[in-house]
């Protein structure tokens, strides 16, 4: 077993204690007293309040120069080859090498876990969920597979061009995913990713409607990769702390450190879950509205950052020919789907804000280093607002 193999095995272990080393040494937004909007989250503010969907990680931290992963999401704990869900997918900016998009967005559905990885690893991560998805009891005779796929560009902290990602690390990712708490950070698809110059990496959170809109739940989760000018429930935090897009063209000082190199260009991938009974229609309309909540911290689409939202519901599941000609559903109204759309934008925005709280400074290839978000510097910020 390889090194890497070791370190997300303990990352495993611990997260099903309850809490990893990075857990408990770095906040999440609500732990700091910052509520983003109006609605409240779920159990573990997290894309797995979404009952029955799981996320799973692989961590590959290697030498100084591998710095990557993958990351599961799952939308069931069937068969989900056999039991499509409904999907819906958005390419705000389609900079990006994003697999699988064009079938859902025709047929409307999901037909395997959603992998996140390094952009290099897209062909691999494909190769592998086909595999992975023929393999299932009961998919004996299937001979067409849709895999789903996102990338960000690791290839500052990471050396990306070793192509490090191999199948059995889709395969361990899948296989790992679990329902509760999900790990933040530095783990997965986000190890070597940045954001707003920072280091970045993967973070979720979620809402849950009131019994009076639904009450239903709607989860998000994020790869962080992207720069802009970083925003923080309101407050201007990128410029109050000097980093920010072409900051070197309209203040009269500079901040030379490697940092505004690291920021040029980027990504980001969002994941959206739902128990909200949405036809693909309605869900692609929930995966624009994903996009306002990354517009929420700062982020505006730079020509080179890729991103792309994908949007699940878990209702309504399509069983793989077993429902006959025709197929009766339920569906939620057009007039009823805004409190939907309002929890998707809340949950997308403090996902990002996870993402880069938890995340801890990480060195990594040709020495590059990210730092990790200055906590200290944000609770002064909150203080005096709140004074």
Known sequence: MSRAII???AAFSLLAAGATEQDTARPRLRDLGVTVGIFQPGANNAITDVAGVRVGHTTLVEGDSVRTGVTAVVPHGGNVFKEKVPAGVFPANAYGKAAGFLQVKELGNIETPIILTNTLSVGTAVQAVVKWTLDQAGNENVHSV?????????????DIRR???????????????RSGPVEEGNVGAGTGTFAFAWKGGIG???????????????GALVQSNFGGILMIDGMHVGEALGQYYYREHVSPTRNPDEKGKAQEGGSCMIVLATDAPLSPRNLERMAKRAVLGLARTGSFMPNGSGDFVIAFSTRNKILDGRQGRTARVEQLRNESVSPVFLATVEAVEEAVINSILKATTLTGYKGHTLEGFPVAKLRRMIDKRGK
């Open 146 to 158: 849709n895999a789903v796929v996102g990338e960000t560009n690791d290839g500052y902290l990471n």
């Open 204 to 218: 979720t959170a979620s809402r849950v409607l009131p019994t009076s809109l639904g009450g239903y739940t709607v």
């Open 163 to 177: 192509c490090t990602i191999t199948n059995e690390h889709v395969f361990r990712a899948i296989d790992n995913a």
């Open 7 to 9: 370190l997300t095995a």
